[in-house]
C-alpha cells in the first residue's frame, strides 16, 4: 500500500456523502428494528455482541458517573443513548448530518438528550478533551495511512482509553472480504479496510498509546477485533 495514494480530504468527502445518502439508508435499517435479510440481520446481531462487550469494558474503567465520553463516529447513536442512560455525559460526533440528527431525535425520546452533545463533525475535526473516547465501526473504512492518522487525532482528545474497532488482516478475513463482492449488489457491505498487525503496531507509536486488551468478535457476517488502547 503505497503511502502516496491516500488523499484524507477526498477520502472524508467520499465516506460523508456516502454515510448522508445511501449508506443512512442501509445502516440505519441495520441500527434499527426494521425486519432484514439474513446476511443483515448477523451483521445487527454482531454488532449488539460488541457494543455489550465494549459496554462492559467501559464499566470496568471504574470512570465516575458523569465522566465525559466521546462517542466518535457515533452513527444512529446506539452506544451513544446507553452510556447517556448509564449516567455518562457523552458527546455524539458524526461526519454525516443525518446521523447526527437521527441520534439526537432516538436520544430525546429517551429523554437523556439533557446528558449529550451532538456535532456534526469528522474524527479528523472533532475536538475537545474527554475522559475516554470510543470509536466503533468507523475506522474499518480507512486504509492504514488514513488509519494512523486517524487513531493520532482521537488519541490527542485524551489522557485514557481509546476504544475501538478495526478490521484485522487475516487470511479469512481476506477471503471474506473477496467473497463480500460476490453478494448481490444489494447485500454488499461498505468497503472494509484491513490492518496488518505492524501498521497498527505504528499507529500506536506514533500516537503514544498502547494496546491493553483486544477481542475478536465474530457472528455470521460481522467480524470485527474490538480493542482498548491507553496512553503509554
Ligand atoms: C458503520 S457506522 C457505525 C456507527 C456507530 N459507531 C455504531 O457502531 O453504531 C459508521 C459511522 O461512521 C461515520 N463516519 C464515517 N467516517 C467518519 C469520519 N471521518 N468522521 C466521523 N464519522 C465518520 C458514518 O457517518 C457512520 O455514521
Redesign the pocket.
Known amino acids: 500500500m503505497s503511502s502516496t495514494s491516500f488523499n484524507a480530504e477526498e477520502h472524508?468527502n467520499m465516506?460523508r456523502s456516502y454515510?448522508n445518502g445511501q449508506?443512512y439508508q442501509r445502516?440505519a435499517s441495520i441500527?434499527g428494528s426494521d425486519k432484514l435479510s439474513t446476511v443483515r440481520n448477523t451483521v445487527r446481531q454482531g454488532?449488539a455482541v460488541m457494543m455489550d462487550r465494549a459496554f462492559g469494558w467501559i464499566e470496568q474503567l471504574g470512570l465516575p458517573k458523569g465522566a465525559h465520553i466521546l462517542?466518535?463516529?457515533?452513527?444512529?447513536g446506539?452506544?451513544s443513548i446507553r452510556l447517556a442512560q448509564a449516567g455518562y455525559r457523552v458527546t455524539s460526533?458524526?461526519?454525516?448530518s443525518q446521523?447526527v440528527e437521527k441520534t439526537k431525535a432516538d436520544a430525546t425520546a429517551a429523554g437523556v438528550a439533557g446528558n449529550m452533545e451532538f456535532q456534526v463533525?469528522?474524527?479528523?475535526s472533532v475536538s475537545g478533551s474527554y475522559d475516554a473516547v470510543v470509536c466503533?465501526?468507523?475506522l474499518i473504512?480507512y486504509p492504514s495511512e488514513g488509519f494512523i492518522q486517524?487513531f493520532a487525532n482521537l488519541s490527542k482528545l485524551t489522557k485514557g482509553p481509546v476504544i475501538f474497532t478495526y478490521a484485522p488482516y487475516n487470511n479469512i478475513l481476506a477471503f471474506q472480504h473477496w467473497l463480500g463482492g460476490y453478494f448481490p449488489k444489494k447485500e454488499r457491505r461498505t468497503t472494509i479496510q484491513m490492518i496488518r498487525d505492524e501498521q497498527m503496531q505504528q499507529a500506536m507509536q506514533g500516537a503514544g498509546m498502547e494496546i491493553k486488551r483486544k477481542e475478536k468478535i465474530s457472528f455470521g457476517f460481522y467480524h470485527t477485533m474490538l480493542m482498548e488502547t491507553a496512553r503509554r
Open positions: 472524508k465516506l454515510f449508506g445502516w441500527y454488532h462517542d466518535a463516529g457515533c452513527g444512529t446506539l452506544f460526533a458524526d461526519i454525516a446521523m463533525e469528522s474524527i479528523e466503533f465501526d468507523v473504512h486517524a
